[in-house]
């Protein structure tokens, strides 16, 4: 059975640092064809992150791009997101997603949460100012 499993989040003040980690389950890193982070705050729709597909090549939204670091450790099945420059509006449950099959380009897939299969319960990241 596959599974993700987030962990690192926490309350961290405005300009502050985090890296969330995804531990994955249930079969190899390298048969997921693209894994993302997503983000969900109270009354907001679920939006993507950041990607990377098993070639390493990766996209980030606008809002987190020189802030947000994604990266994979294939040894370990692990997905990891960097975060620093932290502000109130990065507050929400992070979530990260697995997608097995097809590739699909990490520019296009990050806008497009329905194309990953696997989903981990997520982890609060909670920023104050």
């Known amino acids: 059975q596959v599974q993700l499993v987030e962990s690192g989040g926490g309350s961290v003040q405005s300009g502050g640092s985090l890296r969330l980690s995804c531990a994955v389950s249930?079969?190899?890193?390298?048969?997921?064809?693209?894994m993302g982070w997503f983000r969900q705050a109270p009354g907001k729709e679920r939006e993507g992150v950041a990607a990377?597909?098993?070639?390493?090549?990766?996209s980030y939204a606008d809002s987190v791009k020189g802030r947000f670091t994604i990266s994979q450790d294939n040894a370990k099945n692990t997905l990891y997101l960097q975060m620093n420059s932290l502000n109130p509006e990065d507050t929400a449950m992070y979530y990260c997603a697995a997608r097995t099959g097809v590739r699909v380009a990490v520019t296009v897939i990050l806008f497009h949460p329905y194309l990953f299969g696997y989903w981990g319960q997520g982890t609060q990241v909670t920023v104050s100012s």
């Open positions: 249930g079969w190899p890193a390298y048969s997921s064809s693209c």
């Open positions: 990377i597909d098993n070639d390493g090549r990766t």
